[in-house]
């Protein structure tokens, strides 16, 4: 059957979930809690499918690379040492007529991404009017009105560069209140002063009796990694260059936390610091970005779903950083980083806890600090991309429509259904024969209720990447048809063969060969 097909929007994709058991407010029956969301029954699956097939890459694929799972709780030292404490703040403003908190530098960088918007309009047009002898490159360098745009956004952000290295909230508020910039929800012009505000949760360990410690949920699963250098290095006999993994819950009081679940306040990372030896962190670098983009593309997603942005302004203890970003529903944003932190936070919590963590290298004789390149991927925002890249909508060619969501079958939450095709004559009995040795393999769902075509759509609509109908003549030969969910193509196979053909095509192990 044609198809005409269309990606969804990220309204329809935050209701597709609700309505298909993916993700849920959290304590919705509450009125839910601001950027707060749970996973729900296929959700959770995506999820542990997606951490699957990242530790099997990462962890199991790489001789170097052990895992971990460290306390969310650290000493209160560790983030004094890490630099979270003085420096893991966003600036702050309100509105001071509507009321709304805002990101100062959200406020700025959205009005520099409507002066791009603007050059982008104009280069779409000349593209259009020039046709094949367009060139974009001359374009960009002598169009007056790009020009002139584009000095506007380097001015801008050298100003506001300035004002963030510096920390000059006055400046920061200057630049607002010059530009114009109003609250986009109200118009108001209205802004407090800029100020400082940490992402970091506190709470407190011990009773007052005791005299209690002020704690903090870590912002990051990394530093959990770097106080266990040591513990792995030695208990694990260790040898640079190696590798800690490590999957896990942060939490960062995001000041405004949006677009459902890219920006949340309490998230998961799948991190791996990768020690090497000083001088050939570059290098890894540019391995580990080469293997991060591949882990990606295995996934078939579409290629020209990513890039790279190079950082330009690197944080003072790196010495080179990249985010691949991901063409979300809301465009181009940060899915992944991966960094080269130098020798920062080892050195750091030598100073703080004075403990050496350092490596001793046989060949050369001596001791030294291991630098570290990372790699850091939000499993939450994993899975917003790969739900909106594979959410379609289609209208078939007999006037239908069926929502699908296209899941690479490794990561699909159900890997098959199993159906009778009437709920009578000795189908269901069979059928849960069928279903008794394949859920033995994979995760398998049963279903006699409704029509076959309704229940062919609802396993569309969570992924399902094959149903196994059981019909009259399954009685008769012992064969099923077997649906594929992209094509809808049925085919017969016996049902002796049914498990290899479904293994074939569902396993980890076809994705994970892509790799290697
Ligand atoms: N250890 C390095 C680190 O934490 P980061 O760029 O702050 O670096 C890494 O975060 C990844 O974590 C991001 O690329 C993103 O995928 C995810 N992430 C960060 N903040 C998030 C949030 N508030 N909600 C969901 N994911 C988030």
Same mark, same amino acid.
């Given at each position: 059957?044609?198809?005409?097909?269309?990606?969804?929007?990220?309204?329809?994709?935050?209701?597709?979930?609700?309505?298909?058991?993916?993700?849920?407010?959290?304590?919705?029956?509450?009125?839910?809690?601001?950027?707060?969301?749970?996973?729900?029954?296929?959700?959770?699956?995506?999820?542990?499918?997606?951490?699957?097939?990242?530790?099997?890459?990462?962890?199991?694929?790489?001789?170097?690379?052990?895992?971990?799972?460290?306390?969310?709780?650290?000493?209160?030292?560790?983030?004094?040492?890490?630099?979270?404490?003085?420096?893991?703040?966003?600036?702050?403003?309100?509105?001071?007529?509507?009321?709304?908190?805002?990101?100062?530098?959200?406020?700025?960088?959205?009005?520099?991404?409507?002066?791009?918007?603007?050059?982008?309009?104009?280069?779409?047009?000349?593209?259009?009017?020039?046709?094949?002898?367009?060139?974009?490159?001359?374009?960009?360098?002598?169009?007056?009105?790009?020009?002139?745009?584009?000095?506007?956004?380097?001015?801008?952000?050298?100003?506001?560069?300035?004002?963030?290295?510096?920390?000059?909230?006055?400046?920061?508020?200057?630049?607002?209140?010059?530009?114009?910039?109003?609250?986009?929800?109200?118009?108001?012009?209205?802004?407090?002063?800029?100020?400082?505000?940490?992402?970091?949760?506190?709470?407190?360990?011990?009773?007052?009796?005791?005299?209690?410690?002020?704690?903090?949920?870590?912002?990051?699963?990394?530093?959990?990694?770097?106080?266990?250098?040591?513990?792995?290095?030695?208990?694990?006999?260790?040898?640079?260059?190696?590798?800690?993994?490590?999957?896990?819950?942060?939490?960062?009081?995001?000041?405004?936390?949006?677009?459902?679940?890219?920006?949340?306040?309490?998230?998961?990372?799948?991190?791996?610091?990768?020690?090497?030896?000083?001088?050939?962190e570059l290098e890894w670098y540019e391995k580990w970005k080469?293997?991060?983009?591949?882990?990606?593309?295995?996934?078939?997603?579409?290629?020209?779903?990513?890039?790279f942005?190079d950082h330009l302004?690197l944080a003072?203890y790196a010495n080179a950083a990249c985010?691949?970003?991901?063409?979300?529903?809301?465009?181009?944003?940060?899915?992944?980083g991966i960094h080269s932190r130098t020798?920062?936070?080892? +050195? @750091?919590? &030598?100073?703080?806890?004075?403990? *050496? $963590?350092? #490596?001793?290298?046989?060949?050369?004789? %001596?001791?030294?600090?291991?630098y570290v390149v990372e790699?850091?991927?939000?499993?939450?925002?994993?899975?917003?991309?790969?739900?909106?890249?594979?959410?379609?909508?289609?209208?078939?060619?007999?006037?239908?429509?069926?929502?699908?969501?296209?899941?690479?079958?490794?990561?699909?939450?159900?890997?098959?259904?199993?159906?009778?095709?009437?709920?009578?004559?000795?189908?269901?009995? +069979? @059928?849960? &024969?069928?279903?008794?040795?394949? *859920? $033995?393999? #994979?995760?398998?769902?049963?279903?006699? %209720?409704?029509?076959?075509?309704?229940?062919?759509?609802?396993?569309?609509?969570?992924?399902?990447?094959?149903?196994?109908?059981?019909?009259?003549?399954?009685?008769?030969?012992?064969?099923?048809?077997?649906?594929?969910?992209?094509?809808?193509?049925?085919?017969?196979?016996?049902?002796?063969?049914?498990?290899?053909?479904?293994?074939?095509?569902?396993?980890?192990?076809?994705?994970? +060969?892509?790799?290697?």
């Amino acid at each position: 059957m044609a198809k005409i097909e269309e990606s969804g929007s990220l309204k329809n994709i935050i209701a597709h979930s609700k309505e298909y058991g993916f993700i849920f407010p959290s304590s919705e029956i509450y009125d839910g809690l601001s950027a707060t969301y749970d996973y729900g029954q296929y959700g959770v699956e995506l999820k542990n499918n997606i951490k699957q097939y990242w530790w099997k890459a990462m962890v199991q694929m790489n001789e170097n690379i052990v895992g971990i799972d460290a306390a969310i709780f650290m000493h209160p030292t560790t983030w004094k040492a890490s630099g979270h404490v003085d420096a893991f703040n966003d600036p702050l403003i309100d509105n001071k007529d509507s009321k709304k908190r805002y990101r100062a530098d959200n406020l700025i960088e959205d009005y520099v991404a409507k002066i791009e918007g603007k050059i982008k309009k104009e280069v779409d047009k000349a593209a259009k009017r020039f046709g094949d002898s367009f060139d974009e490159e001359q374009f960009l360098s002598t169009n007056p009105r790009v020009l002139q745009n584009q000095e506007k956004i380097d001015t801008i952000n050298a100003r506001f560069k300035k004002a963030m290295d510096e920390e000059d909230f006055a400046d920061m508020k200057a630049l607002i209140e010059e530009l114009g910039i109003a609250d986009p929800v109200s118009g108001s012009k209205n802004w407090t002063d800029v100020r400082q505000f940490n992402l970091m949760f506190s709470t407190e360990l011990g009773s007052l009796a005791e005299g209690a410690n002020k704690i903090y949920l870590r912002p990051e699963t990394a530093q959990g990694i770097f106080v266990n250098y040591l513990n792995v290095q030695k208990t694990g006999r260790m040898r640079i260059p190696f590798g800690i993994a490590q999957i896990g819950k942060a939490f960062r009081n995001e000041i405004i936390a949006r677009q459902f679940i890219f920006r949340m306040r309490e998230f998961e990372q799948m991190e791996m610091q990768f020690f090497v030896k000083p001088g050939e962190e570059l290098e890894w670098y540019e391995k580990w970005k080469q293997t991060r983009i591949k882990w990606h593309k295995a996934l078939g997603l579409g290629e020209e779903n990513y890039r790279f942005h190079d950082h330009l302004n690197l944080a003072h203890y790196a010495n080179a950083a990249c985010d691949i970003e991901f063409d979300f529903p809301m465009g181009f944003k940060e899915l992944e980083g991966i960094h080269s932190r130098t020798d920062f936070d080892l +050195k @750091a919590h &030598e100073e703080h806890s004075g403990k *050496k $963590l350092q #490596f001793f290298d046989p060949v050369e004789e %001596k001791s030294y600090v291991p630098y570290v390149v990372e790699t850091s991927i939000g499993l939450d925002r994993m899975f917003l991309a790969i739900l909106s890249s594979c959410y379609k909508e289609e209208k078939l060619e007999d006037g239908s429509e069926r929502t699908v969501l296209q899941l690479p079958p490794a990561l699909a939450p159900v890997k098959v259904a199993v159906l009778p095709l009437v709920n009578k004559d000795g189908l269901p009995e +069979k @059928a849960r &024969e069928i279903m008794d040795e394949v *859920k $033995l393999e #994979f995760n398998a769902q049963f279903d006699a %209720k409704d029509a076959i075509g309704k229940r062919y759509r609802r396993q569309d609509a969570i992924g399902t990447p094959y149903c196994v109908t059981i019909d009259h003549q399954t009685l008769e030969d012992n064969t099923v048809t077997i649906r594929e969910r992209d094509s809808m193509a049925q085919s017969r196979v016996t049902v002796d063969e049914l498990i290899k053909t479904l293994s074939d095509s569902v396993s980890m192990t076809k994705l994970l +060969k892509q790799l290697s």
